[in-house]
């Protein structure tokens, strides 16, 4: 890793340097909030290393990154917004280039702006201030509706197709079993397999052009929207890397993975972690009032579903890196993964044990 304070002196921050630590609880990128004193005003900073394991070109990526933020930019400010708090804001290097590659050891760095007086969450701390996330990502999926996805280069193929996931990576990975972990998790395996024949059901759809690729987000978790500090609403959408053509299903069942459940995502006590359909609830109203319009009924009929594929293929995708011995997501302990993944099939058996209730709240909302 190149030396950060020589990074953070290759952007253009403004003011003089105060001091940089470790930020946020991200599992890709390795970010920092850098704070700078500006004319006796204090400027907050985030610089991030980017990881360049998950994302394999960093210079598509960011050539994506730019052209959404500019694109809602320049929408935000027609619909009278303010762009600065309402979307990333990237810093250029001195030099004016949109990242930064150390010649040292070739790991790469960008930097923006601090969103202005706002926090993250990794739970939701009542149903209203998680329906706001979903009002944050129903709009930022319809601010993108007109946008060119052409433009877009796809940073992660096959991203949310999760029966493309099982066949390419999970069965692999057990075949390697390159940690030689796999007698210590032969119970997860099975509950992943159980699952096999669901997997390929909205893939399927979009084949047969029932449901429609979109513009979308494809992370959408609590922690990746950033919120008034003042109000708990939500002002930005962020961690833009895996904006791409994806279903609009993929936006709100992610959502649903991480910020309906009771627990946090790594929670090991699996009796507290349960889908809360207050929660669902309340994320459905935001996220439809935004873009409810534009989707089909297919759409509206696959939601509940789609919160059970999402949170059983991120539990097949933290089982997979287990077994891979750890190789993408940030961990702070050996098992981790494996709690993770736990924690994610304990939430998709209480999923289906609810599904009908789901099922029933998304029609009284489309009757509503
Ligand atoms: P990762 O891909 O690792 O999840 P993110 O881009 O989501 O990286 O950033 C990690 C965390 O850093 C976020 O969850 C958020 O708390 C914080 N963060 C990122 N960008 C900003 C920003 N522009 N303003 C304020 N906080 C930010
Ligand atoms: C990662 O980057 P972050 O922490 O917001 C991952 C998501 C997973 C999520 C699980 C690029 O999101 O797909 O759902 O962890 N991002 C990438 O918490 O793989
Ligand atoms: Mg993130």
Known sequence: MANIREVIDIFNFKGDFVDVEEFGSGHINKTYLVKFNNEGSEQRYILQQLNDNVFKNIEQLMKNVFAVTSYLRSVIKKNGGDPDRE???YIHTKDGNEFYKSPEDNTYYRAYIFVRDSVSFNTAENAEMFKSSGEAFGKFQRLLSDFNAEEL?????????????????????????????LDTCKAEVDFVNKYADEMGKLTA?????????????NDTKLNNVMFDKDTN???????????????????????????ASTAAEDETDLDKVEMDLDYFKAYAEGFLGEAGEYFNQAEIDNLAFASKLMTLECGMRFLTDYINGDVYFRTEYPEHNLDRA??????VADMDSKMDKMEEIIKNIQKA
């Open 87 to 89: 979307t990333l804001h």
């Open 153 to 181: 280069t796809e940073t992660i193929p096959h991203f949310h197709d999760t029966l493309w996931r099982y066949n390419n990576e999970f069965v692999p990975a057990l075949e390697k079993n390159a940690s030689g972990r």
């Open 205 to 217: 759809m979009t084949e047969k052009g029932e449901l429609p690729l979109r513009v979308t987000h």
């Open 233 to 259: 609403k939500c002002v930005c959408v962020i961690d833009l890397d895996t904006v791409m053509p994806g279903l609009a299903l993929y936006d709100f069942g992610d959502s649903i993975r991480f910020g």
């Open 342 to 347: 736990r924690n994610q099939f304990k939430l």
